[in-house]
């Protein structure tokens, strides 16, 4: 049971560059997330989906854009990648956000030069 | 506004001690208190979560204690061993309300030693 699987796990972009950060799960979730890691700051919620065709805005959306065209998928994109983008991503699903918890996959490490 | 605040940002603790970790909280509505433990390359994991209508969860080593009046959850780790090296986080969560997420404290990096 691979859990929630994210790709790609390192990368670096220069700025201005676009890209798009895929995560996957196969735990028939109905819920996913997206959130940063950055040092001292703890993770931080980007956006958030409640379903299939679904998604909203979290914490710190600027900059972002998602979709969740299918259950198991919700992309993640950066449309003109700025520095201040340079963090770990993580993303993680539930059930419902009425039975916690979430669980989330390794990471992926953008570096924006 | 950091809605959920965590101390300390990091501890260290000799083998076989109580590692205890503190969390506080502002907003009354949060009813649901995780805690995740996360490996360095790893994604966060849950470890043990606490409810309000309870003033502490035990699972193992693992307690949570919670006082609702003080707005106030910490975690302690009996017996504390070098493979509970890691980074805690706290957070906090409306369960009965929207599909906003988790609220995250800043995290604790904890060293066992040996």
């Known amino acids: 049971n691979a859990g929630v699987t994210q790709t790609p796990k390192f990368r670096v972009l220069k700025t201005g560059q676009s890209m798009t950060l895929l995560c996957a799960q196969d735990?028939?979730?109905?819920?996913m997330y997206w959130y940063r890691q950055d040092p001292g700051m703890g993770l931080r919620l980007i956006h958030y989906?409640?379903?299939?065709?679904?998604?909203a805005k979290g914490e710190v959306p600027d900059g972002y854009n998602v979709s969740r065209l299918k259950k198991q998928n919700f992309l993640l994109g950066l449309e003109s990648a700025a520095p201040s983008q340079t963090s770990v991503y993580f993303c993680?699903?539930?059930?419902?956000?009425?039975?916690?918890?979430?669980?989330f996959g390794d990471g992926t490490r953008l570096s924006i030069l | 506004q950091q809605q959920v605040k965590q101390s300390p940002q990091s501890l260290i603790v000799q083998k076989g001690g109580i590692s205890i970790i503190n969390c506080a909280y502002e907003?009354?509505?949060?009813?649901?208190f995780p805690w995740y433990q996360q490996f360095p390359g790893k994604g966060p994991a849950l470890l043990i979560a606490?409810?309000?209508?309870?003033s502490e969860k035990k699972e193992g080593r693992f307690t949570i204690s919670f006082n609702k009046s003080a707005k106030q959850f910490s975690l302690h780790i009996m017996d504390s061993q070098p493979g509970d090296s890691a980074t805690y986080f706290c957070?906090?969560?409306?369960?009965?309300?929207?599909?906003?997420?988790?609220?995250f404290g800043k995290g604790t990096h904890l060293i066992i030693q040996p």
């Open positions: 993680a699903s539930s059930w419902t956000a009425l039975n916690q918890p979430q669980h």
């Open positions: 735990m028939n979730h109905e819920y």
């Open positions: 989906s409640v379903g299939e065709g679904t998604t």
């Open positions: 907003n009354t509505a949060f009813d649901y």
């Open positions: 606490i409810r309000p209508d309870v």
């Open positions: 957070a906090a969560a409306r369960e009965g309300g929207g599909a906003d997420g988790l609220t």
